[in-house]
């Protein structure tokens, strides 16, 4: 297989978002299928025969059909050869200290956070209002980020030392979250979103992703 076979479906989260940011980054070529989420087009038959969990991103590459943002921004990162910087473990202790921060940030900022504060205050016509639950998943978040700077040294521009990573994707795409819901972050943190964000993939895959709003 080729990145001529590659697919990828949904537009305008910050999960979808994980997936363009990758695939640019990898100067990869790829269709788009620029569906949105609760936009119905998740539910169409040819849709739900390839992710019945009407959910996207959903990443097909060749027979293989790939959903679950972080799974598909880790195919990425084996499958293909990666940029000049960029770094893929080679060996378990370096693949399990690189998963302990996925991990970290897809379960205690992403899950257990962010999409508790979007389903009952961005989606509260659906999901129902909780505002004492999402006061404290902010709160949550805010202690949750502060542990991570702890263990994020000052002088480093990556999670990983060995350059920019999965983690790193995952965790900027947080970011933005938390940014948009007007929850604060600490200075090193804004300070790495910045460099981050400041990378000409990120910015490309915003343009596709998010095609009505204009990159900060």
């Given at each position: 297989?080729?990145?001529?076979?590659?697919?990828?479906?949904?537009?305008?989260?910050?999960?979808?978002?994980?997936?363009h940011?990758?695939?640019?980054?990898?100067?990869?070529?790829?269709?788009?299928?620029?569906?949105?989420?609760?936009?119905?087009?998740?539910?169409?038959?040819?849709?739900?025969?390839?992710?019945?969990?009407?959910?996207?991103?959903?990443?097909?590459?060749g027979?293989?059909?790939?959903?679950?943002?972080?799974?598909?921004?880790?195919y990425?990162?084996?499958?293909?050869?990666?940029?000049?910087?960029?770094?893929?473990?080679?060996?378990?202790?370096?693949?399990?200290?690189?998963?302990?921060?996925?991990?970290?940030?897809?379960?205690?900022?992403?899950?257990?956070?962010?999409?508790?504060?979007?389903?009952?205050?961005?989606?509260?016509?659906?999901?129902?209002?909780?505002p004492?639950?999402?006061?404290?998943?902010?709160?949550?978040?805010?202690?949750?980020?502060?542990?991570?700077?702890?263990?994020?040294?000052?002088?480093?521009?990556?999670?990983?030392?060995?350059?920019?990573?999965?983690?790193?994707?995952?965790?900027?795409?947080?970011?933005?979250?938390?940014?948009?819901?007007?929850?604060?972050?600490?200075?090193?943190?804004?300070?790495?979103?910045?460099?981050?964000?400041?990378?000409?993939?990120?910015r490309?895959?915003?343009?596709?992703?998010?095609?009505?709003?204009?990159?900060?």
């Open positions: 297989m080729t990145d001529g076979d590659l697919t990828l479906w949904g537009v305008g989260t910050p999960r979808t978002m994980r997936a940011w990758m695939l640019l980054e990898f100067g990869l070529d790829y269709r788009m299928r620029p569906i949105g989420a609760r936009t119905g087009e998740t539910r169409s038959e040819a849709f739900l025969a390839l992710n019945p969990k009407h959910k996207i991103p959903v990443l097909e590459h027979p293989l059909v790939l959903s679950e943002s972080a799974a598909i921004v880790t990425i990162s084996e499958r293909f050869a990666p940029p000049a910087g960029f770094f893929i473990p080679r060996d378990v202790a370096r693949r399990a200290a690189l998963n302990e921060w996925c991990f970290f940030i897809m379960t205690e900022l992403d899950a257990h956070t962010l999409y508790l504060i979007r389903r009952h205050a961005d989606l509260s016509d659906i999901y129902g209002t909780a004492e639950a999402v006061e404290s998943a902010k709160a949550y978040f805010g202690d949750q980020i502060t542990a991570l700077v702890a263990k994020f040294p000052g002088d480093r521009d990556f999670l990983m030392p060995e350059g920019a990573s999965v983690a790193d994707i995952l965790l900027t795409t947080c970011l933005e979250s938390a940014l948009r819901r007007r929850i604060p972050l600490p200075a090193p943190l804004l300070e790495y979103r910045e460099r981050m964000t400041a990378r000409p993939a990120w490309r895959a915003f343009e596709r992703n998010y095609p009505e709003r204009t990159a900060p």
